[in-house]
C-alpha cells in the first residue's frame, strides 16, 4: 500500500475560509516536508519539519512522529494557494524522500 | 536567479533511442536527486546523489543511469527509451547542513513516442 498517504485527494475552498490537509505515514518518518506545485508546475517548498510545528504567515504545519501524521492548516484561503500540495517524508537518514500523491486544492472567489 | 535549472525542458525522443537530461544547480548543495511524477502516483525517486562522483538508486531506477561529474552537475541518461518513460522529469538539490530542504527545477518534458 502506500507509504505516505494524503488526504483528501481534492478539496474545492471559498476565498477567505480554512482547511487542513493530512498526510498519514506507514514508514518511520524522521524528517517531513511540505511542497506546493502551482498552476505553472514549479515545485515551491513550504515547510521542512522536524516533529513539531511551524508556522509560515496564513500557512500552519504540524509533523507528530509518534501517531505518523502531519497536517497543513491553511487560513484565510486565497487564489493564489490553488495548486496541488504535496507531503513527502523521510523515513531512513538517507536523505531519501518518499512522497504522497497530492491533495489538488481550487480556492474559488 | 534561478537556483536550479533543467534542460532541456521538453523532449520528443524515440522508442530505442538515447536521451539525456541535464541538471545545474547553483546552491552549492551536496545531494542532488532525479524525479518522475506521473499522474495518480506523486513524485518517485528514480537516482541520487551524495557529491561529485557518486550516484545511487533510488525507489525506480531500471531503466535509467545517472552521472554527477560536478558538485554542480546531475544527469539522467536513457540508454534505451521506452514509451512508458513518457513522463515529467524533476531535478531537485539538497543539503543536510541546511536542514535538507530540497529546491526543484523546473521539469522537463518527455515524450517517448
Known amino acids: 500500500g502506500d507509504k505516505v498517504k494524503q488526504s483528501p485527494s481534492a478539496l474545492s475552498l471559498q476565498e477567505g475560509t480554512n482547511s487542513a490537509l493530512r498526510c498519514n505515514f506507514s514508514i518511520a518518518a524522521t524528517t517531513v516536508q511540505w511542497f506546493l506545485q502551482n498552476p505553472r508546475g514549479s515545485l515551491i517548498n513550504l515547510f521542512y519539519?522536524?516533529?513539531g510545528t511551524k508556522e509560515n504567515g496564513r500557512l500552519k504545519s504540524t509533523f507528530n512522529s509518534k501517531e505518523s501524521y502531519s497536517t497543513l492548516h491553511i487560513r484565510d484561503a486565497q487564489l493564489e494557494d490553488s495548486g496541488t500540495y504535496f507531503c513527502a517524508a523521510d523515513g531512513n537518514m538517507g536523505y531519501k524522500l518518499t512522497f504522497g500523491t497530492g491533495t489538488s486544492l481550487l480556492v474559488d472567489p | 536567479e534561478a537556483a536550479v535549472t533543467q534542460s532541456p525542458r521538453n523532449k520528443v525522443a524515440v522508442t530505442g533511442g538515447k536521451v539525456t537530461l541535464s541538471c545545474n544547480q547553483t546552491n552549492n548543495h551536496n545531494n542532488m536527486y532525479w524525479y518522475r511524477q506521473d499522474t495518480g502516483h506523486g513524485l518517485r525517486l528514480i537516482h541520487y546523489s551524495y557529491g561529485a562522483g557518486s550516484t545511487e538508486k533510488g525507489d525506480i531506477p531500471d531503466g535509467y543511469k545517472a552521472s554527477r561529474p560536478s558538485q554542480e552537475n546531475f544527469s539522467l541518461i536513457l540508454e534505451l527509451a521506452t514509451p512508458s518513460q513518457t513522463s515529467v522529469y524533476f531535478c531537485?538539490?539538497?543539503?543536510?547542513?541546511?536542514?535538507?530542504?530540497?529546491?526543484f527545477g523546473p521539469g522537463t518534458r518527455l515524450l517517448v513516442l
Open positions: 519539519l522536524v516533529p
Open positions: 531537485a538539490s539538497g543539503d543536510r547542513t541546511v536542514q535538507d530542504t530540497q529546491y
